[in-house]
């Protein structure tokens, strides 16, 4: 049985807006702190190689968690029922559309915060349309991620290892592949990856050969 539904929040399930230029997610509930300053860096690295990008904070988005429901497998058009319900289908469409994407997230209990990960989860319904053959899905084109984590422990071989898996895995249903990681222990107060030139300089010189290898 085919059931029609209205479009999501107004919005197509998949993008026809302006995703040209590279996206750039911040995924830490905190506003201000380590994880919008990558960003910023890189944003201001794809800035001064003359190019733009579009900014996205994961906290002004209303994602339910998955229920583990897997109706989405029987929707007709593949879709989590929730996503009539909150925003996490418009915050997809960067990760549907966008040329590269940036995603920088804070470490909370040596993974990312629950918000970032609610939002991993309900990727589902898009990894089995993925699955099913979705022509959409399918047809999605090979892109570059740049991963930015922060960790307030000074040390730890293995503290972004759970995160890293986890988005090596999350990115790859939408055909992106992790192309560089940057990590950087040690960042704990707001302000502390400010105060880390090293870090300033490594991230803005990324948002600039973002963008340079876009437009190459
Ligand atoms: C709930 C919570 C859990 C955390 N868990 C870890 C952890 O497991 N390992 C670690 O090194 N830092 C941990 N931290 C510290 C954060 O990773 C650190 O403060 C980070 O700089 C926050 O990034 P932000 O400024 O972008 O929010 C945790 C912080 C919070 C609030």
Redesign the pocket.
Known sequence: MTVSRPPLNGFAPYATGDFSSPAVI?????S???????AAFFREGIRQAGGRSQLFFLRDFSIHPCQGCIRCAQDPRGECYLSDQDQSAQLFQALLAAPSIFI????????V?AQFKAWIDRSQSYYLRKENQDPVMQKLAARPAIIN??????Q?ER?FEGALLTLKYFLKTFNFHIQEQHV???????D??RGRSDARETLISAGSHAWTQLSA
Not at 149 to 154: D, F, H, I, N, T
Request: charged content about 20%; proline content about 11%; glycine content about 14%.
């Open positions: 911040s995924c830490s509930p905190r201000g702190g380590n994880s919008d300053d990558a920088s997230s804070p470490i909370y209990f040596y993974h915060p984590l922060v960790a307030g422990r000074p730890g503290l950087f222990r040690g960042i704990d107060n707001a502390d990856l």
